[in-house]
Each structure stands twice: as C-alpha cells, then as structure tokens.
C-alpha cells in the first residue's frame, strides 16, 4: 500500500531476536490485497455495527451533557474567579497531548528513515485527527458562548478590536488550528496513492466515482509520485516543529499564569514528553485490539508494539523527572506558597489521586524496562491502560483549586 | 473503463480556484451583511406615532436641541419629552390640527405618547450622555443632522468600531462646548476642505487641519483623558 521502500532482507537477517517489520512471504501485491479487502468486503460485520452503536450512545451523552453546559453555563465545570479553567483545559491538554504520538510517528519518524512506522502511521494519523477534533471541542465549549468562538480569530470585525495577542490562549488557537490543518493535510496527501488503489479495485459503480473523486486524479505515474515524495517530506518538515512546538504552547497555558505550581519553566519540556507518553500509550491502546479484530498481525508485528513500548518508556522517564523537578523547585524556591502547594498536593485532599497518578505515570510503566514485559501483548495494553489513567497527570489543575486564594495580590495581603 | 469524462480535470481544476473564491467570497458578503443597514437600522426612517417633524421644529423654527431633551446635560439620558412640552406652544397654535389630536389625547387622558426609540444601544453597554455633552461632543456628531430629518433616523452604525474610532482620537470630534446644540457647527477651513458637520458620522473622513488643531486644544482644556483610559473594556461595559 505504501510508497516506501521495504528493506524486506534487512529486516529479515540481523539480530534474529528482533520481530520482522512485516512478516515474511509478503510482497506489495499480498498487502494491497489483505488491506484492500479490509475496506472493500461487502458485508461489514455485525461487530462493527456494535461498536458504532456503543460509540454513538456515548456520543449522545456527549451531546445531552453539552446541552446542559450551554444551557446552564460552565460553572457546571467549576470553573470560576480566579480559577479560571478546570475541567476543560484537562480535556483539552490530554486530547491534544494524544495527538502528538500520531504526529511523532508520522512526521519525525518518516524524517529519521524508520521504515517501520508505516505500518500504524496512518491510523496513529487519524488517531491524531479525532484527538485535534476532540480538543478543539473544550476551548469552543469554554467561550460559554461557542456560537460566537470565530472571535477568537483575527479578523476585520465591526468591534474594531483584536483579540489579545499576549494571552496564551490566542497562541492555542494559532497552535491548534495549525496542527489540525497540517495533520489533515498529511493525512490526505498520504492517503492519495491508496484511495487511488481503492478506486482500481472497487467493484461498485459508486465506490468507484467516490474513491475516484478523493483520490484526485491520481494515476500513478513517475511525476505523480515524485511531486507526492516532496509534498509529503516538505509536510513533514512542517509537521515536525509542531509535535515540539504545539504542546510547548498549550504548556504556556498554565507557565504564563502565576499561581504557584502552574508558574515553572519546565512545563514545556514536561508538557511535550506527556503528550508523547500518553499517545504512544493510545497508540497502544487503540492497535493491540484492532490488529486482532482485523487480523493485521503480519503488518503491525510485535516489532511495533515493542518500538512504542520503548518510547513510552522514554517519555515516561522524562515524565517523572518532571515530577521530580516540580517538587524540588517547590523546595529550592523556599517560597511558602510553592511549599504549601506541594505539601498540599502530597498530603492534602487531592493525596489520594497525587499518589495514583505516580503510580500510574511512575511506577507502572517502569515493568518496560523487563523484557517480558514489552513481550506480552496483555501486558503491555495493561500498562498503556493505566498512562491512560494516568491523565491524571493533569492533577496540577486540579489541586491548584486549593490554591485559589494565593494569586499574588493575596499573597501580598497575606504577608503584610 | 473510464468513469470520468475528460472535462473533470478541468472542473477539478476550476473547483480549486472556485472553492478558494467561495469561501472568500461568502465571507465578504457575511461581513458586508453584518455591517448594512438590514443589520445595524442605519439610514432608516422610524415612523412615529405622532407625524413630529424634527426638520421643522430644529431646522425651521430654530428649537434648542435641550427644550425638549432637558437631561442631556445632567443624564444618562437625554430624556424624551412630557406631553406637557409638546402642550407649552400647542395648546395655543395648531391646536385643533388632526395630526395632533393623539398628543392632545395624551393629554386629556394624562398618558404618555409611546413614542418609537431611534437609537437602542445593547443592554450591555453603558453610555452616558451628560459625560458626552459636557466634553464637547456634539449633538450631530452621533445623531447626525436632525435639523434636517423629517423623521429621526439612525445616523450611524452604532457598531462597536464606530464608538472606538472616537474614543481612541476624540480630538477629531471634539466641539467647543457651547457649540454642542449646533447643528450646523463649522469652523473656518471646513468649508474650504470640503467637509460638512455631518461628516463625522463617515469614518477614516479627512477634516480640516484646523479642526483637529482646534480637538486637541479642547482635549486638553476639557481635561479629556488618554486614549488608553476610553478604550478600556471597563469604560463601557460596566
């Protein structure tokens, strides 16, 4: 299905401990045909009709619970002065942060050679799509008035006035809508050469007109593909900066603002490494079931599932630096407030969800170091379970509800 | 077997550029819509209950702008006038006129003429007038040249911009005070420039050199404070 080349001997010899990219007695034809047949079978199974099904109840919830926010107002959220997000910006740190390992894998993979990513690229893309489009969600849903989110945007309003540029916000939505156009425009390109391929196969008059029409006229031919090879690696070049810069900008969310524990520089840093960890974890999540349900394990091979065990280990550990670093700041600082927050967070109200999270974020994915581990399917879907917890990493948000009365002004107050 | 006619890499290719023009388009005509007056009520006449010509009263008879909106100068509100006002000249002159027989039934039946409002700003601005008046700004500057109006209307958008273009260089608006009921203020050099007192309502207009000299002076005389200080948000909504 896809224009990279496979270094099929490559990966076949060598350290013969390491799983095949792909596994062996495959060619392009065998691949396009299993693939192909995936998405062009007659009859969709009555499994897939279920899972929509449960996934269209649950969005029915989504949109009764909207009703009530817009209806009511997003105090239903907590939000108030001086807290002003709460609810919202978890959901929206963590749907974009998912985003990123589909864009990792995607963008900076493809720019480092690692031909095994083109296996799950493509659905860690779309992946990264429903993520943007779920984050996208909560910043509208926060306005309280989502009908009238276009003024976020700059443009020639009959206000006479611009949006605030200094705030970080006005950077998200910059950030965000960037990353959304370019991750479906990466998407697409790359999906050209294969909806091509669906429109050649399609026995359905119909099936052929759609396929035909989103494949844009692709034909195949030596220029096709040389205009498709740099379109597809200058989007990636665009893409890569954002996997870093995206989060380093929704960090700045809490950096920019001054209440003790959101006001460190080593959000960004933290910010990025969760974003990856909690989507490899989904990555995770998301392809151990689907490789089973549509029988995908001679192209997503153990090979893959061990790659992205590693690298959500690494992030992980990065992570957990952060932690590390939130707490010794709040010593060093010998700010009483920093030290309150802390002492807070270890002991006070919220202890119970400070310590799940380091289990969950800490102390659980350290079972990857063991070999075993990262060997067992089972295993490794548990341990991506519980980062997915572990969203509880946005308990910074939570807890700083206790610091709501320590805003600078008060705190000069307090002293005086 | 092919599907598509050769004709679709042409339409493929216009759809481009057409998809890119519509969007652009739609978005001009929304922003078009959005500042008519099918949107904002500029420029349309309202009808009144009573057929009161402001264009005799102000323009003819030479009526005081505050003989009738007597808070203007004390008030958030200029304030509409009793039915007692009307009755201080037209119990004695064309006082058994048709068309006034709604304003004598008022007052007979002691009960307010419900008069149209012209200009309805959103409850969510806070507009004073005495503050206006009593900085210069003058009466035609925002309602244009009532003296000419048979029948009130909007003169201008009322749209946000339009507040901020004066609030952010209120000394190409500014009138010496005592000039603030005159409808047909002028100073030398307007003429000359071409520009009429009505032409405040019409932003980005050039004013004369001498006007905006003469702004300036009084910004400073009427200790009108910095740009900063009247664009604050909080400086309308309260």
């Known amino acids: ?416 | 077997m092919q599907i598509f006619h050769h004709s679709t890499n042409t339409i493929a290719k216009v759809s481009i550029f057409g998809g890119l023009f519509l969007v652009a388009a739609s978005l001009w005509v929304l922003a078009e819509i959005n500042r008519s007056s099918y949107n904002t009520g500029q420029f349309i006449e309202v009808q009144q209950p009573v057929q009161f010509s402001h264009k005799h009263h102000t323009g003819d008879d030479g009526i005081d702008c505050r003989y009738c909106h007597t808070s203007v100068e004390v008030s958030n509100t200029a304030g509409m006038p009793p039915t007692k006002t009307c009755m201080n000249c037209h119990s004695q002159i064309w006082n058994e006129s048709p068309y006034l027989e709604i304003v004598r039934e008022s007052w007979r039946e002691n009960k307010p003429i419900e008069w149209a409002r012209v200009h309805d700003l959103p409850d969510f601005v806070y507009f004073n007038h005495s503050i206006h008046v009593n900085k210069g700004v003058g009466c035609a500057s925002c309602h244009g040249r009532v003296d000419m109006m048979p029948a009130v209307y909007q003169a201008a958008s009322l749209q946000m911009e339009w507040c901020l273009a004066c609030h952010r260089e209120p000394e190409r608006f500014l009138r010496p005070k005592e000039e603030v009921t005159n409808m047909g203020w002028n100073i030398e050099g307007d003429a000359a420039a071409g520009v009429t007192a009505n032409a405040e309502n019409r932003l980005g207009e050039n004013l004369a050199e001498s006007r905006v000299k003469l702004g300036r002076e009084l910004k400073k005389t009427y200790r009108i404070r910095d740009a900063g200080t009247l664009t604050s948000c909080s400086t309308c909504h309260r």
């Open chain 1, 1 to 416: 299905m896809s224009q990279e080349k496979y270094d099929f001997a490559h990966e076949d010899v060598g350290i013969h401990t390491t799983p095949a990219v792909i596994e062996p007695g495959h060619t392009f034809g065998t691949v396009t045909d299993k693939i192909s047949s995936i998405v062009l079978r007659k009859r969709t199974p009555l499994v897939w009709w279920i899972g929509l099904g449960l996934s269209f109840m649950l969005v029915q919830v989504l949109m009764g619970t909207i009703t009530h926010l817009v209806f009511t107002g997003i105090g239903i959220w907590g939000n108030n002065q001086p807290v002003g997000w709460s609810f919202d910006i978890i959901n929206f740190v963590w749907w974009i942060g998912i985003g990123h390992a589909g864009t990792l894998i995607s963008a900076i993979l493809l720019l480092l050679r690692q031909s095994w990513r083109t296996s799950i690229n493509r659905f860690a893309e779309a992946m990264t799509l429903f993520a943007v489009a779920c984050a996208g969600l909560f910043p509208l849903l926060h306005t309280g008035r989502p009908w009238l989110a276009y003024w976020l945007f700059p443009y020639p309003n009959t206000m006479g006035i611009q949006p605030q540029f200094r705030s970080p916000l006005m950077w998200d939505v910059f950030a965000v809508s960037t990353y959304a156009t370019i991750s479906a425009l990466f998407w697409y390109t790359g999906l050209l050469p294969d909806l091509a391929t669906l429109r050649d196969r399609a026995r359905s008059r119909f099936g052929r007109i759609v396929y035909g029409m989103a494949s844009l006229g692709w034909r195949g031919s030596a220029r096709h593909w040389a205009r498709y090879e740099t379109a597809y690696l200058l989007l990636a070049g665009l893409s890569t900066p954002l996997v870093l810069s995206v989060h380093t900008i929704v960090s700045f969310d809490f950096a920019i603002g001054i209440i003790p524990g959101w006001h460190a520089t080593i959000f960004p840093p933290y910010f990025v490494a969760g974003a990856i960890y909690a989507g490899f974890a989904m990555v995770l999540t998301l392809v151990i079931p689907l490789r089973k349900f549509y029988g995908l394990e001679d192209f997503i091979t153990e090979r893959h599932l061990r790659n992205s065990a590693k690298v959500m280990l690494a992030t992980g550990l990065i992570v957990a630096y952060g932690y590390m670093m939130e707490t010794w700041t709040a010593w060093y600082s010998a700010n009483t407030y920093e030290e309150f927050m802390m002492r807070n967070r270890f002991f006070g109200p919220y202890a119970l969800f400070y310590w799940a999270l380091i289990v969950c974020n800490v102390i659980v994915p350290q079972f990857l170091w063991v070999r075993r581990v990262r060997h067992s399917n089972l295993a490794l879907f548990a341990i991506a379970m519980f980062v997915n917890v572990g969203f509880l990493r946005f308990l910074p948000v939570i807890s700083i509800f206790e610091m709501r009365t320590m805003v600078p002004g008060a705190q000069v107050k307090e002293e005086a």
